[in-house]
T-cell receptor, first 109, second 118 residues
Framework: SQQGEEDPQALSIQEGENATMNCSYKTSINNLQWYRQNSGRGLVHLILIRSNEREKHSGRLRVTLDTSKKSSSLLITASRAADTASYFCAAHGYQKVTFGIGTKLQVIP | DVKVTQSSRYLVKRTGEKVFLECVQDMDHENMFWYRQDPGLGLRLIYFSYDVKMKEKGDIPEGYSVSREKKERFSLILESASTNQTSMYLC?????????????????FGDGTRLSIL
């Protein structure tokens, strides 16, 4: 069954604006990770947040994790046209990873 | 940089055929994974392997099998292809860590094989 769910499923913003994507998951995790997928390509790892962390930054990316609500958010600040892609959260357990269905982000120049 | 290579970007096969999808990684990773990706369903895990000759079923193993004879290579086999197996297939690999097991480390993906079964 699908564990992670991203919200919204599609997002369209102007270049320079911030983009926020949310993710929910159902079971306990070691960590939660966000991946990006350009059209027709494989997924690329963006950022990892451990279950005992609440917030993590990497460049223009900010991730938060609320294990009590089993949810995470990804914020991309000052978006660029090159950020146009699909973004997936992945709930990483000890043996398995469960991916969400993704948020398709379009950044309009 | 980790490289995960899938043997074909596009593949067209007929129903009933036995289909082999090959994946090779060059970073000596212990873990390898096969997913299928369908619109509106995200990535679903078919099988994974945490060591040579070891395999574990994922969420949707029916109709598939896998082979891992060498550490760098993980093959997905469609025993008798059906039209509902038309999909994008993604291979990934990751290292293991004693604290986080097979699932804990970032996964590195190939560019996928878009498989059409006619």
């Amino acid at each position: 069954s699908q564990q992670g769910e991203e919200d919204p499923q599609a997002l369209s913003i102007q270049e320079g604006e911030n983009a926020t994507m949310n993710c929910s998951y159902k079971t306990s995790i070691n960590n939660l990770q966000w991946y990006r997928q350009n059209s027709g390509r494989g997924l690329v790892h963006l950022i990892l947040i451990r279950s005992n962390e609440r917030e993590k930054h990497s460049g223009r990316l900010r991730v938060t994790l609320d294990t009590s609500k089993k949810s995470s958010s990804l914020l991309i600040t000052a978006s660029r046209a090159a950020d146009t892609a699909s973004y997936f959260c992945a709930a990483h357990g000890y043996q398995k990873v469960t991916f969400g269905i993704g948020t398709k982000l379009q950044v309009i120049p | 940089d980790v490289k995960v290579t899938q043997s074909s970007r596009y593949l067209v096969k007929r129903t009933g055929e036995k289909v082999f999808l090959e994946c090779v990684q060059d970073m000596d990773h212990e873990n390898m994974f096969w997913y299928r990706q369908d619109p509106g369903l995200g990535l679903r895990l078919i099988y994974f392997s945490y060591d040579v000759k070891m395999k574990e079923k994922g969420d949707i193993p029916e109709g598939y099998s896998v082979s891992r004879e060498k550490k760098e290579r993980f093959s997905l086999i469609l025993e008798s292809a059906s039209t509902n197996q038309t999909s994008m297939y993604l291979c990934a690999s990751s290292s293991s860590h004693v604290k986080t097991g097979a699932g804990g480390q970032p996964q590195h993906f190939g560019d996928g094989t878009r498989l059409s079964i006619l």
